[in-house]
């Protein structure tokens, strides 16, 4: 069965702190997507990247980054966390740049991150 | 910009019954639309695709309308079980084709 794994289920970091969200996928997959959601807002996409070394700035990118130094992962940073980065973040594969052949997104199963 | 609602944010229905979702979206005319199920804590799960040239499409107890005319996708569960109760999201391609944008979902519950 495909996976993609997020190293942690839960975290709590302090104000200030540099943080770290893993994602790793087993499915061979080109391209991963990191979105938060949160009540009322749905699910907002961060970034996302369709190589190694390659991403691209989603919708809300601003006080994130990535790293994609390998296919099978993909590491989104908070530079300087703060209150209202508190959130679910979810990590996405897929195959299919644009999803054309109708395999979808394989979600992990999510960060819930607290931000104090 | 491009905008999706989910025009019911829950919906609650008795078992056995039809359920009906209903996706709109305005300023795009996307090639597909996607529908996902998601449980409390868990991320999204992909369930179906729809193409623009396909009217209607299904699996299982799950059918799925796709209007462009409209701008309009119904997502129908039918016979309806208490273990369908969880958020349903719809979801297409932002305008570049790279990544998908969602709507905010519409939670259902099911009651026996």
């Known amino acids: 069965d495909v996976k993609v794994t997020q190293s942690s289920r839960y975290l709590v970091k302090r104000t200030g702190e540099k943080v770290f969200l893993e994602c790793v996928q087993d499915m061979d997959h080109e391209n991963m997507f990191w979105y938060r959601q949160d009540p009322g807002l749905g699910l907002r996409l961060i970034y996302f990247?369709?190589?190694?070394?390659?991403?691209e700035k989603g919708d809300i990118p601003e006080g994130y980054s990535v790293s994609r130094e390998k296919k099978e992962r993909f590491s989104l940073i908070l530079e300087s966390a703060s209150t209202n980065q508190t959130s679910m973040y979810l990590c996405?594969?897929?195959?299919?740049?644009?999803?054309?052949?109708?395999?979808?997104?394989?979600f992990g199963s999510g960060t819930r991150l607290t931000v104090v | 910009s491009q905008k999706i609602e989910q025009n019911s944010e829950a919906l609650n229905i008795q078992e056995g019954k039809t359920a009906t979702l209903t996706c709109n979206y305005t300023n795009y005319s996307p090639a597909y639309l996607q529908w996902y199920r998601q449980d409390p804590g868990r991320g999204p799960v992909f369930l179906l695709l729809i193409r623009e040239n396909e009217k209607e499409k299904r699996k299982e107890r799950l059918k799925v309308t796709f209007d462009t005319t409209l701008k309009q996708s119904l997502f129908h569960i039918t016979a309806s079980q208490p273990a369908d109760s969880a958020t349903y999201l719809c979801a297409l391609a932002n305008q570049a084709g790279t990544a998908l944008i969602f709507g905010k979902g519409t939670t259902l519950s099911v009651s026996s």
């Open positions: 990247s369709y190589d190694v070394k390659m991403k």
């Open positions: 996405a594969s897929s195959f299919d740049r644009v999803t054309s052949l109708g395999r979808g997104y394989t």
